[in-house]
């Protein structure tokens, strides 16, 4: 297809004759093909043209076909046409034969020719006929690809209007010992559970790691949910048919209040053109900074003590309120809460009672938090992350492998020093921290995961084809998840079970548990024991310590939720020698080097 040149750049595109041939060069009548390639173009010349000099004439193409002079003009000159790319003669694919009086010399020509030096590549954006789409589906990592996108410019505007009427900053103008920190705009596509585009989401970034230490910022800690409080009060709610709703503040960094004097360049492609030179001096908090998430947690804490919350003890991101004989519970997430509670009633009121103070989506029924996938089920609801493993699956191009039926091998013994080491561990590093995440409903992969973790300093190549094998395995089973059952009784019972000497390369031992709250599992752990056992003993035996801790914590929990356990929580664990331990008066020799974990569980028992 040919090229189409703008009105306003055709200046640019104007032939001209070298020197020696304006004198006597006229200029011939062009035609100008806009039609398909089969047709090339050509150029005629008047049947009165004038002879000229005989110098062979420079096209910006070759043509197929000379142009063809009329009957009364002189013979044609046969000279070669010298063709080239690069020529400014004419701006379309054409030939040019002019008459000559005489025939050229055979050995000299007026050619001019010149170096390549100071001759410089057009500009691209004057490439009109080349259309550089950037897709709506991919991320953008820069502001001039977004900047193409209306839908990426108007994520940008949403973003950038609510800093300005929250407040957020006020521009100044800097002093010369000013420590202004930069910003950027972080773009991201928020899907569904089925995978399906809900926003697009623009994001604007303080760079935090320019701050300084005690003039920026203090303190920077800030709690997030455990998956044991969120998996107990999922049980709960499922157990006594109580809704779960989802909740997601919107710009939830920019609630924060901060104590310290923070300044920030503006924002890029939002420079206000009345005070270029200015800075944003920060108001409140605003994501990148590094006391962001602790301002935006005391923020809500505060509202919620405020609104008659109580703040669990062994959970600070737990949130209970006891109103009118109902219980609500509630949970943070950063930005993210879920909320059930007894009384539909007071869910409903409390969430307009958050929506008038903090800007809000409402996303009806739990469906989708954290990366997992809650589905109804006609026991109870599922927790599944099908969707994560589909994407590990395409990452690592393991989506049609054959399936397994166990995610490690019984034999050989998994070593340290086994295979190759691998020249670059990224990848072996990155698909086991996925695996990580991914057993927060898999407990069937955490001993395997566990196992694979222990050789991130130095995988090799036979560490890495049981990474495949755990990826095999999980091809054969996408839709497992967590069952949490409907009519499940609230007794609290755990298993606990230890591999002793089980690592043949310091013989250690691996500990290993699971909690249910009825039929529902809450807690499980895969855990490499820190200490040598000198016995299965001594290993099972710090195997049901760390159970009975976990139960501990449980037991707190319950107690902030206001419930109270019908039955004393039970461990089952497959040594009689560590159950006669726990129970009984007994002190032997081999177990004194134990004591802490020997008193205990006595104290616990």
């Not at 989708?368 to 109870?380: A, I």
């Not at 698909?431 to 995988?459: C, E, W």
């Amino acid at each position: 297809m040919p090229a189409t040149i703008a009105p306003d750049l055709a200046a640019a595109f104007t032939p001209v004759a070298p020197a020696h041939q304006q004198l006597h060069l006229q200029q011939p009548h062009l035609s100008l093909c806009t039609s398909s390639t089969d047709s090339p173009p050509t150029t005629t010349a008047p049947a009165t043209a004038t002879p000229v000099l005989s110098t062979p004439v420079i096209a910006t193409s070759a043509s197929p076909t000379d142009a063809q002079p009329s009957a009364a003009a002189p013979p044609v000159n046969t000279t070669p046409v010298l063709a080239t790319s690069a020529s400014p003669l004419s701006p379309s694919t054409q030939q040019h034969s002019l008459p000559s009086a005489a025939p050229p010399s055979p050995i000299k020509h007026h050619m001019v020719t010149r170096a390549q030096n100071n001759i410089h590549k057009p500009v691209r954006k004057l490439n009109l006929h080349t259309s550089l789409h950037q897709s709506a589906d991919i991320e953008p990592t820069t502001v001039t690809q977004a900047l193409k996108e209306s839908c990426w410019r108007q994520a940008m505007a949403e973003e950038c209007n609510a800093l300005i009427n929250n407040g957020t900053w006020e521009l100044v103008q800097p002093n010369p010992s000013t420590n202004v920190i930069g910003c950027k705009w972080i773009f991201r596509i928020k899907r569904k559970s089925d995978g399906t585009i809900d926003r697009y989401k623009a994001r604007l970034v303080a760079k935090g790691f320019n701050q300084r230490p005690g003039v920026d910022y203090f303190e920077t800690f800030s709690p997030v949910i455990k998956p044991t409080t969120v998996w107990l009060v999922l049980s709960i709610a499922t157990s006594h048919g109580w809704p779960l709703r989802q909740l997601d503040i919107n710009n939830a960094f920019l609630q924060g209040q901060l104590t310290e004097d923070v300044y920030m360049a503006q924002p890029p492609g939002f420079i206000d053109s009345d005070y270029p030179t200015h800075v944003c001096k920060l108001r409140k908090a605003i994501y990148g900074l590094k006391q962001a998430p602790r301002a935006w947690y005391h923020e809500l804490r505060q509202f919620l003590i405020t609104s008659g919350f109580t703040n669990s003890y062994a959970d600070t991101s737990l949130f209970v309120l006891k109103t009118g004989g109902a219980l609500l519970y509630l949970l943070i997430y950063v930005d993210d809460i879920i909320l059930t509670g007894s009384s539909t009633t007071q869910v409903e009121q409390f969430v307009d009672t958050l929506a008038r103070r903090f800007s809000l989506k409402d996303l009806g029924s739990l469906s989708y938090f954290l990366g997992v996938e809650v589905l109804p089920h006609k026991h109870g609801i599922l927790l599944s992350q099908r969707r994560y493993i589909m994407d590990l699956l395409a990452r690592t191009k393991m989506t049609g492998a054959k399936p397994v039926q166990t995610p490690l091998p019984t034999s050989p013994p998994i070593s340290l020093y086994s295979g190759t080491p691998l020249e670059d561990p990224t990848t072996y590093r990155t698909v086991v921290g996925s695996l990580q995440y991914l057993s927060l409903t898999r407990p069937d992969i955490s001993f395997a995961v566990n196992k694979l973790s222990q050789f991130m300093h130095q995988p090799s190549t036979d560490h890495w084809e049981l990474v495949k094998r755990v990826l095999r395995y999980l091809c054969g089973s996408l839709d497992e998840g967590i069952l949490l059952y409907r009519d499940s009784p609230v007794s609290l019972h755990a298993y606990s079970d230890a591999d002793w000497a089980g690592n043949k390369d310091d013989y250690s031992s691996t500990s290993a548990y699971i909690v249910y709250l009825g039929r529902n599992p809450i807690s499980w752990s895969s855990k490499k024991q820190h200490t040598i056992a000198r016995s299965s003993t001594e290993a099972e035996y710090r195997t049901v310590a760390s159970t009975a801790a976990e139960l501990n914590l449980v037991c707190f929990l319950l107690t902030d939720l206001g419930l109270t356990l019908p039955t004393v929580p039970i461990i089952y664990c497959d040594n009689i020698g560590a159950t006669q331990l726990c129970s009984n008066p007994i002190f032997h020799s081999r177990m004194k080097h134990v004591a802490i974990d020997f008193h205990f569980i006595r104290d616990q028992v």
